[in-house]
């Protein structure tokens, strides 16, 4: 992106028409790790890497619960999804309160859209520099959608944001079809696969993986550490299946050689 | 100074409404009479009145707000319909949701000291089962199988617990309903002999329009041969 003339206020269109500081708070978006969500028939799930600035400190959280039937992971300015998430779980408690259910996930999203829209749209504001994933259930369906800073908001089968993101949508391209008649062990095996295409040098732990489910009887529940490695172990274990295969194979090469050295 | 503009005393009443749980669904009954004090003024009002497709409510007490009531309703649900992403009929509000919202709007009314001064009655069919319960002027919030308001807690209440059977058929409840509703038209002063039945299914709601019940006002003691 270069710096152009247009681009010093939200109010300035380009001549392209395009609003430059929209599109920045994106690129805020872009800048931080990676999250994905996927979903099936039963179950919803939100994966994400953790960054710790350095080895001191502790791993920075990005799945936060809004209610007992949803939750967000966010990529970007975290200070600006804590806005975001104190006003989703306000808007939930206050359904519940007057109605005595649980308040539809699509409905919490659209009112989250027309108030990050009002950022771009009024004098002395910034667009919020965070985009969420939003896993639900309700209805008997299960829910994922994106927000972004624009206002935009979309449902998805499964999506990734944040930096190195492309990797993990090319995996969750690849795979979608298959999600909705997964069990929930299977759908989460997944995640973690996508998540590790996007991870790069970074190797996966279980204080770096953050896994959240929710689902038919199932509660939005952010998985313990220990639940999180064994599913790291999984993916390592049919890792190191394949190591295997190939040492195999090649030692049965080397033996071929040998016996053919000696028959001389 | 501004005059006291809040509900003082109820003006145009409305009695009892009756409500009973069958097999396929509810059936509520009312008459169709409102009272301006001893005066039976109005003799064909509608006290029980459809709200959604699947939702009906009905009123004891002040008419007026019953009226008030009804509009409130109406209005939460064309609200309620912009924000439901389907647009489909099965993701609008659901009679328990309806009931919760009318129990917080009249508890917020009586704590100004300004309530809408009646008992309503909330039925509905919603996934796959019936939901009633009722609220009044207080707020306070109840749901049961059988229902009565006004005078009819006290004359028809205690024949439908004696009568009520958990899935019983249609026809036995329509005959609970209107031997609550002879009694009342026989014991309270404020009834007419004029009644409206609702129905409420998995098909959706039915409001008849009124029917009499035969009446027996001959007095034993004074008939032929009695005395």
């Known amino acids: 992106m270069f710096r152009t003339q247009y681009d010093s206020d939200i109010s300035i269109y380009s001549p392209e028409g395009r609003l430059y500081q929209i599109e920045y708070a994106m690129q805020a978006v872009a800048q931080g790790s990676t999250a994905l969500g996927l979903k099936s028939k039963t179950h919803a799930v939100v994966v994400t890497l953790m960054r710790s600035s350095d080895e001191l400190s502790s791993h920075q959280r990005k799945i936060f619960k809004v209610d007992g039937h949803m939750g967000i992971a966010i990529s970007g300015l975290t200070a600006d999804a804590r806005v975001l998430l104190k006003f989703m779980r306000n808007e939930t408690l206050h359904h519940k309160f007057v109605y005595g259910s649980d308040l539809p996930t699509g409905e919490v999203v659209s009112s989250l859209a027309m108030k990050s829209q009002r950022n771009t749209q009024r004098w002395g504001r910034r667009p919020y520099g965070v985009g969420l994933l939003v896993i639900g259930y309700d209805g008997g369906k299960t829910h994922l959608y994106q927000t972004s800073p624009s206002g935009n908001c979309f449902s998805y089968y499964a999506q990734a944001i944040g930096s190195r993101s492309q990797s993990a949508r090319t995996y969750l391209e690849k795979n979608f079809k298959e999600f909705p008649e997964l069990g929930l062990e299977e759908l989460v095996l997944h995640g973690v696969k996508a998540l590790k295409e996007s991870s790069g040098k970074e190797t996966l732990t279980k204080l770096n993986v953050g896994i959240a489910v929710v689902g038919k009887e199932q509660k939005f529940e952010i998985l313990k550490p220990n639940k999180v490695q064994t599913y790291l172990d999984q993916i390592l274990q049919t890792e190191g299946e394949i190591e295997i295969e190939n040492e195999n194979e090649n030692e049965k090469d080397q033996e071929a050689e040998t016996l053919e050295l000696k028959l001389d | ?227």
Request: proline share 3%; with cysteine; hydrophobic share 35%.
């Open chain 2, 1 to 227: 100074m501004q005059p006291k503009k809040k509900t003082l005393r109820p003006i145009v009443t409305g009695s009892s409404v009756l409500g009973i749980k069958y097999k396929d669904g509810v059936i509520l009954a009312s008459d169709t009479l409102g009272s301006y004090g001893s005066l039976a003024r109005f003799r064909d009002i509608r006290r029980i009145v459809p709200i959604t497709k699947h939702t009906v409510i009905g009123g004891t007490g002040e008419f007026s707000d019953f009226q008030e009531i009804t509009k409130i309703l109406r209005q939460k649900i064309i609200e309620n319909q912009e924000l439901v992403e389907s647009g489909k009929e099965e993701d609008e509000l659901l009679p328990s949701e309806i009931h919760s919202y009318l129990s917080r709007v009249l508890y917020g009314r009586r704590n100004k000291f300004n309530p809408l001064w009646n008992d309503v009655v909330v039925a509905g069919f919603e996934k796959g089962k019936v939901h009633m319960g009722t609220v009044d002027l207080w707020g306070s919030y109840f749901e049961d199988d059988i229902i009565a308001t006004g005078y009819g807690t006290y004359f028809a209440l205690p024949l439908m617990r004696k009568a009520y059977k958990k899935d019983m058929e249609r026809d036995k409840a329509l005959e609970v309903l209107r031997d609550c509703l002879t009694v009342l038209f026989y014991r309270d002063c404020r009834t007419i002999n004029r009644y409206v039945f609702a129905e409420i299914t998995k098909e959706g709601v039915n409001i008849t329009d009124p029917v009499e019940i035969e009446t027996k006002w001959e007095i034993a003691d004074w008939q032929e041969g009695k005395l």
